[in-house]
């Protein structure tokens, strides 16, 4: 294909060749040789590519050959000064990349609304009380967390769901869900561990969801008598189901269980929550803890007191969320199974919009993600002070360059033109750079963030709007201070520029370099406070990691079996899980093995009220289920007492250990040989422990309970201590699994320092990024510097020639150019630190620093590693000025 | 050879319009005529006809199209559009006026 400019100048070129030949005929017949006669022609013609140019200024497309001139040139002049240009483009390229990059993350966490139609009618429900509501639940599965003094919780009964349903009815459609859970599944010879979520029939109904192939589930599917049926994500049907609509109807095994593949979700509906990791949805009685015969959820189903079932809903339209929070209120109470023993006990509905997808993530990240988000705004306002900067020092050096232009007859016009394809060039390549950082940054981040969310993040790519946003600040800028220069030398006559000498003469009026100096106090001031950030939030990680977990945390190794999947069942089951336990502590480097119910530090776990048999008082705890050798194995050190034996966990004893804590919330004197109250047993106090973590390094260290392990258990945590490095004896352990039964696979295999910082996602994210943020400062802070004082030290080598030769040494001359780089980097600190101790009380105030610390000492070094920067930056100038040999100056002068 | 004379500035387009209002002409064809026409008096570089040509045609005065020329060449033809046909009107009698003119001070 051919561009009209293209077609322009090949028409041109025949045009003025038919006329040329056109002429030679002529004078061939008059009896010219073929050559002589074009040699003629062209004389009768007239210049030929004189005429031809003079064709091209009259054409449509004059201003694409223009701008090519103007391309060329720019890129000359842009090479020539390549230090600047690669300055800017670099800032560019950070700048916008960055800003990109955590838009896109801030998009995909906090800002896009869920796959499908109207989502605004979406409504989460909750509820919420000051005091935990004695007598209503005995049992829950879902999340609750603290808002100002009030526990809001997303967990409800079957009949409460019920209740409100019926209720709502005319004004919502309310639909259930339940936590999901990890299975494995077996399809066409492929096995694969996936995670499955149970939704009652009118789910999707609700959600309005149609179906990419197949149909969705319905009310029909949960009727007593429908057998087992799944609808999965597009995302899963594409990788595993073959990605080809013969899977619809098919078969696939889930946890040794035939379910019928009823339909695909379309690919817009990537879940209900920011980063839903659900492949499969089935019918809440399907759901795989539903299949097993000791499930929980069994029974909850028809206890009132247990609370499990979490809650969306569509509001009618027309309807507000005060309407159906009035009419669902007194049918939630009077689902109730009991009175709540006080106001401040009984639980209230509380309504949140789910247009973005359930509150979870939004609350874990949200505060981050805003707190990041203003840092990067703070880097992207450096950002655009050093453009502004480097054109600006740029513009100066082109001053009489414009002039002369102006005076050889160039329009103002055609100059702005010319200053503004220059910065329109340099905002283009940065831009490309920038997605380039951006990409890099995205990636950095989903390696950051938890299972799913990261990959959910991208799963658009990087963000185009989120790109668009922070190219077009940046470009602005570009655009704005690239055609200052245009701009003054359209203002002022061409004549005092062009006397101006070489332009390396005269000192510099200070008025004219002000803007630059005062960009880069705010660079500065700004850089405190990034850095600052960066430390602060680095050393708080840090300080978790570090944290003491009351347990021996080296030489563990932690991995999950599920014989109950592959068909293990009652004695079977049981004979399983000694022979691991044997064959597991022979190995050598083994210490001990440990099985538990709940994976320590994993996050969530199996919560219960504790207390003492015939007294009211009670202490929610954490229950660690366990074997005789967990506690070894976990390195908890027994402070009283003794652990587990073997023929207590084997016969289901009911003896407990309890941690130090658990014994002063409880007030036992004597603990040891003392009587607990839990979950309708009784149970002799064998043994105390040290108090340790359970499941969170950033939350307070909860009394635990560890009782005997039911050998029944489907799946298990295994916890080896290992004598040696514990990846060392991996090879060894899969072996002797494989010996026992070769279809077993072992997951989520990780050492537990892994495991410990793998409950620290966020914190790890939000200290990465703040980090990097830190060292973006540092570096645009020190390039802003080094191209405001290369310049002026460039303009004044007439001035500083004269000082030489009046007796000026070189390290006078020097000390000048770094005091006075200096001073500037200074200014800018002093006016850093009141900002930064600002930034940091409002931290601590929104809770993302703990009380109390008001980093002095990280201030100290944020400034230390930005004078650092500066005299690094400031140095190359200083250097060269005093390298000026006067004699030279002044000639040039 | 008669002596020839310099085209006075802006009487190009003028005479271009004017030839074209005939017939639609290519580039060489207009200049032939323009030279026969001034009986070879006008010193022209037949060249400089082509930034007049396009610059008429920018204004929309004419048209163009390709046509094959009497060599057996494609020729870039052009036409005069409605306003071109006004352009020169007006432009004819801008020029009687100011030929009359000169000529009242010449004469008097």
Redesign the interface.
Known sequence: MKWPFQKAET?LD???R??L???A?GFEKEGLTRAQAMKRARA?????EK?KD??R????WNWVFQIGQDLRFGWRMMRRSWPITAAAVATLALGIGATTAILTLADALLWRSLGVPNPEQLTELLWTSKDRPEGLIRGSSGSSFMDGGLRVADFFSQNGYEAIRQAAKGKAEVAAHINDSAVSTSFAGKVTVAVMRGVSGNFFPMLQVQPFAGRMLSDADEQAGASPAVVVTHWYWAKHLGNTEDAIGKTIMINNIAYVIAGVLPPEFTGIVPGDPTDIFTPVIFESNFMSEEGWYRKAKTDPQSWWIQLLARRAPGVTPQQLQSAIEPAFAASWPAQPKSAEATPRVRLLDAAQGLGKIRRRFGDPMWTLLGLVVLVLVIACANIANLLLSRAVEREKEAAMRVSLGCGAGRLMRQFFTESMLLAAIGGVASIGVAMVLSKLMVNLLPNGLGEMALSTGIGLRALLGAGAVTVLTALLFGLYPAWRTARVSAAPALKEGSGTGGTMSRARWAPAKILVLVQVALGVLLVTAAIVFTARLNELVAKDTGFERDHVLLFDVRPGEIGYKGDRLQRFYFDLEERLGALPGVESVGLARTRPMRGGGYWDDVGIPGEKKRVGSAIHHTNWGFIPALGVPIVAGRTITVQEARAKAKVAVISENMVRELGLASPVGSRIHFDKFDYEVVGVAKTARYSEMDRATPPVLYIPFPYERTAATVVLRTAVPPLTVLAAVREQIRELNRDLPLVDIYPMQDQISRTLQRERMFAWLCGSFGVLALVLCGVGLYGLMSHTTARRTGEIGIRMALGATRGNVMSQVLFEGLLLAFAGLLLGVPLALYAANVATTQKLLPEGATPYWTLAAAIAGLTAAAVMAVLGPALRASSIDPMQALRRG | MAKKSDLLQGTLDLLVLKTLAAEPMHGYGIAQRILLSSRQVLDVQQGSLYPALHRLERKGLVSSEWREGDNGRMAKVYSLRKAGRKQLEDEMEEWSRYIAAIQCVLEA
């Open positions: 028409d025949l045009e003025v038919y006329h030949e056109a002429l005929d009768e013609f007239g210049g030929v005429i003079e064709c200024d009259e054409s449509r």
